[in-house]
């Protein structure tokens, strides 16, 4: 039996890959990690500083492309209504690493069950379409681990947090330029990491040009490009809209998918 415990880069998966180890001492454990090509370079400093406290690998997987290039394969832009590359970079491939027998362990805590279910539902309709045993587990949920606690280990044990959560963000995903994400991210983005938000403005205004027709990220159609304009006229803009919201760490299963 193995243990394949998902590291997303996020405090919580990282917390998880140290209870996976300290729980199951003597059995096979994997600390799985999905690279998706557009991560920010203190992700890889962050699961560098695991691997040392852990003293145990991180195995990382990688179909060789990143977001962009998966677009450009499927003539369309991953956004919040089809975010295929959180399906694609991350569950497909976890999907096809996970073998017989296997226990998969997932960083989501109590105030995210309902993802917890749905990756539960999606695990066994996987097990049942390969004829495997698959077992998945929650410990976060399961032991009533709080935000607190895992705030204490990391201190205690002397990791540096990731910088985007030191920059306001509540994810580690993609840079910060996630393709789920609403006006009030994107904008947070922007005044944050400019460089970043001005590739995915990029990314948006090529993939459009290509396709013969505006695309963009958002649900309510506003590009980045107008985003930004709307900020550099007027700084201190607060955006809402229907499509905000906290992206959560991404592993492979966004609420917009079926």
């Given at each position: 039996?193995?243990?394949?415990?998902?590291?997303?880069?996020?405090?919580?998966?990282?917390?998880v890959a140290?209870?996976a180890?300290?729980?199951?001492?003597?059995a096979?454990v994997?600390?799985y990690?999905?690279?998706?090509?557009?991560?920010?370079?203190?992700?890889?400093?962050?699961?560098?500083?695991?691997?040392?406290?852990?003293?145990?690998?991180?195995t990382?997987?990688?179909?060789?492309r990143?977001?962009?290039?998966l677009?450009y394969?499927?003539?369309?832009?991953?956004?919040?209504?089809?975010?295929?590359?959180?399906?694609?970079?991350k569950?497909?491939r976890?999907?096809?690493?996970?073998?017989?027998?296997?226990?998969i362990?997932f960083g989501?805590d109590?105030?995210e069950?309902?993802?917890?279910?749905?990756?539960?539902?999606?695990?066994?309709?996987?097990?049942?379409?390969r004829?495997?045993?698959?077992t998945?587990?929650f410990?976060?949920?399961?032991?009533?681990?709080?935000?607190?606690?895992?705030?204490?280990?990391?201190?205690?044990?002397?990791?540096?947090r990731?910088v985007?959560?030191?920059?306001g963000?509540?994810?580690n995903?993609c840079?910060g330029?996630?393709?789920?994400?609403?006006?009030?991210?994107w904008?947070?983005?922007?005044?944050?990491?400019?460089?970043v938000?001005?590739?995915?403005?990029?990314?948006e205004?090529?993939?459009s040009?290509?396709?013969g027709?505006?695309?963009?990220?958002?649900?309510?159609?506003?590009?980045?490009t107008?985003?930004?304009?709307?900020?550099?006229?007027?700084?201190?803009l607060?955006?809402?809209g229907?499509?905000?919201y906290?992206?959560?760490?991404?592993?492979?299963?966004?609420?917009?998918?079926?």
């Open positions: 039996m193995r243990i394949v415990c998902t590291v997303s880069g996020g405090l919580a998966s990282g917390y140290m209870m180890l300290r729980d199951n001492p003597g096979e994997v600390l990690f999905n690279d998706t090509g557009w991560e920010h370079d203190d992700l890889y400093r962050f699961l560098g500083d695991l691997e040392q406290v852990l003293r145990h690998p991180i990382t997987d990688s179909d060789g990143n977001v962009e290039e677009g394969d499927n003539s369309a832009l991953p956004n919040d209504r089809t975010p295929f590359c959180s399906r694609e970079l569950a497909a976890l999907h096809r690493f996970v073998q017989d027998g296997d226990v362990m989501i109590a105030t069950r309902h993802r917890a279910q749905r990756l539960a539902q999606r695990y066994r309709k996987l097990a049942y379409d004829s495997i045993n698959l998945l587990r410990p976060l949920i399961e032991q009533n681990v709080t935000r607190a606690q895992i705030d204490a280990w990391y201190a205690s044990v002397g990791i540096r990731p985007l959560y030191d920059l963000f509540k994810h995903n840079a330029g996630c393709v789920r994400q609403g006006k009030r991210e904008a947070h983005l922007y005044r944050t990491m400019p460089e938000f001005a590739d995915r403005e990029r990314v205004r090529e993939m040009d290509y396709m027709r505006t695309l963009s990220f958002m649900s309510s159609g506003l590009t980045l107008a985003l930004r304009e709307q900020i550099d006229a007027q700084p201190t607060e955006l809402l229907d499509d905000d906290s992206t959560p760490e991404c592993f492979g299963v966004c609420a917009t998918q079926q």
